[in-house]
């Protein structure tokens, strides 16, 4: 029975630190894993890997990529590229640097029109990979980081508010909306935490413009990390344990994480459901 998605009741909003599970035998969904319409979750998902996952998906999909789909190992990535003709591109990092072999790795300015416009990226990062594993029955899936931020909680708010399945309330612990951060290594990093309370914050704000009442549950006070500037912003991911590392890595790398730091640099949402992204409605 189509109706208004969560009538009569307040939005649940879950901030995770960490993925939602981290199964050492998590692997890749295969193809048409997604939840059939009539059978998906109610629930949305929101994946944060600040340094760099998603900051690099929004800069792709802003460049004209097609698609994105996400590995646990570079085996499984490589293993679907030689299953088929179809022009794609290894994406992904192990300790921060491309893989031996791969296309691309995970730099926001590797991600250029003319090397990503059409293409299918296959993406096989340390953290951001499993993030969207890890929640590939949702019933949608975006990549949120600051430079992309603003349009994701649009995307969020919409669907939140839109209309949907009447459903009965969900059991206490579950969520209409789950915020999941990448974190490092299964331990949760500032700066994605941080980006993740701005995410729910600034959601918060549209929800209750539309006259939604939410929900939110978030463990150790992580709504107060939450940056209150771009400036703030840039001290946070310079001098995060993640920033300092990849600092150690050479200039590039540092100039990754100034770029990171950047607020609202595009207005990209890519959407996609089981482990796969594609490009928005009137996207690029």
């Given at each position: ?10 939005l649940?909003?879950?901030l ?8 050492p035998e ?16 109610p629930y ?16 792709a ?33 192990r ?17 250029r ?10 993406f ?24 992309n ?48 309370a ?11 413009e539309?006259g939604r ?27 995060c ?20 730091a950047?607020w ?8 996609g ?6 490009r ?5």
């Open positions: 029975m189509a109706g208004h998605r969560a009538a009569g009741r307040a649940r909003l879950r995770h630190p960490v993925p939602l599970r981290r199964d998590l692997r890749q969904p295969p193809a048409g894993a997604a939840p059939a319409e009539g059978a998906a979750p949305a998902a929101v994946m944060v890997d600040v340094l760099r996952t998603t900051s690099t998906l929004a800069h999909f802003a460049a004209g990529a097609r698609e994105a789909q996400f590995f646990a190992e570079p085996e499984l990535a490589r293993a679907a590229r030689a299953r088929t003709r179809r022009p794609f591109l290894l994406c992904g990092e300790e921060g640097l491309r893989i031996r072999g791969f296309d691309l790795g995970n730099s926001p300015f590797e991600y029109p003319e090397r990503v416009r059409d293409a299918t990226l296959l096989a990062s340390t953290n951001g990979s499993l993030a969207f594993l890890s929640t590939h029955d949702a019933a949608v899936q975006w990549p949120a980081a600051f430079v931020l603003e349009a994701t909680v649009r995307a969020a708010a919409a669907w939140l508010t839109g209309p949907g399945p009447a459903a009965e309330p969900p059991a206490e612990e579950h969520a209409d909306l789950h915020v999941v951060c990448a974190g490092k290594l299964g331990e949760p990093a500032e700066e994605d935490t941080a980006c993740g701005l995410f729910v914050l600034r959601l918060m704000q549209r929800l209750a539309a009442d939410a929900e939110v549950r978030a463990d150790g006070g992580a709504l107060s990390l939450a940056p209150e500037s771009e400036a703030e912003t840039h001290r946070l991911l310079t001098e344990e993640h920033g300092r590392y990849l600092a150690t890595l050479g200039p590039e790398f540092a100039a990754d994480v100034e770029a990171c950047r609202d640099v595009t207005e990209v949402a890519p959407t459901r089981g482990a796969r992204l594609g928005p409605a009137g996207g690029a």
